[in-house]
């Protein structure tokens, strides 16, 4: 198993709260094999129950702002979080949006304003937020559906090997899309 395909295990593992034995990840050959292990593992209903992480996390942050002076109709998934935070009446943005969303990290501690390793803008902040911290957008006792699990699965493959957004979920991890 190469360093890319580690990465994405040990993403998944992160992010779901779950440990993926050596043997299962080297079965793991695409995106729906990866959903059905960890949706068994997770106890994850079928179908399209529960409503979109990112739809959550966007509308979280979005509240986050509003209430810190910032004006509904500025928050879009392509404004640039310099101009965000610029515009927050509040000098601790990150801690109000960390309490927001129940998170206890957000991307680089310092600054959002141009590092490769931050997201600059807001949809990239709430894909971030759903491929880091999905669990920080569920409700107490809520399920994961099979639907978020393969949203979240999706994201870091994604984020760890610039996978195109609608590769499909049987395109092999090696042969098609490039995993080391």
Not at 33 to 59: H, Y
Not at 94 to 113: D, M, N, Q, Y
Not at 132 to 143: D, H, I, M, R, V
């Amino acid at each position: 198993m190469g360093l890319d395909a580690v990465e994405i295990v040990m993403g998944w593992e992160a992010a779901f709260g779950i440990t993926i034995a050596d043997g299962e990840a080297f079965e793991l050959r695409n995106t729906r094999m990866a959903v059905d292990l960890i949706a068994g593992k997770l106890g994850a209903g079928g179908g399209a129950a529960g409503s979109c992480l990112s739809l959550r996390a966007f509308n979280r942050l979005r509240g986050a702002f509003v209430d810190n002076g910032v004006s509904r109709g500025a928050v879009q998934p392509l404004t640039q979080l310099r101009h965000m935070l610029t515009n927050c009446t509040l000098p601790d943005a990150r801690a109000i949006i960390r309490e927001r969303l129940g998170i206890s990290k957000l991307p680089l501690p310092g600054s959002w304003t141009g590092s490769f390793l931050s997201p600059g803008t807001i949809g990239g902040l709430v894909d971030w937020i759903v491929s880091n911290q999905p669990t920080a957008l569920f409700s107490p006792g809520e399920k994961w559906s099979r639907a978020q699990v393969r949203q979240v699965v999706r994201a870091i493959v994604i984020v760890q090997i610039g996978a195109p957004p609608d590769y499909a979920d049987e395109a092999d991890f090696v042969d098609e899309l490039g995993l080391n």
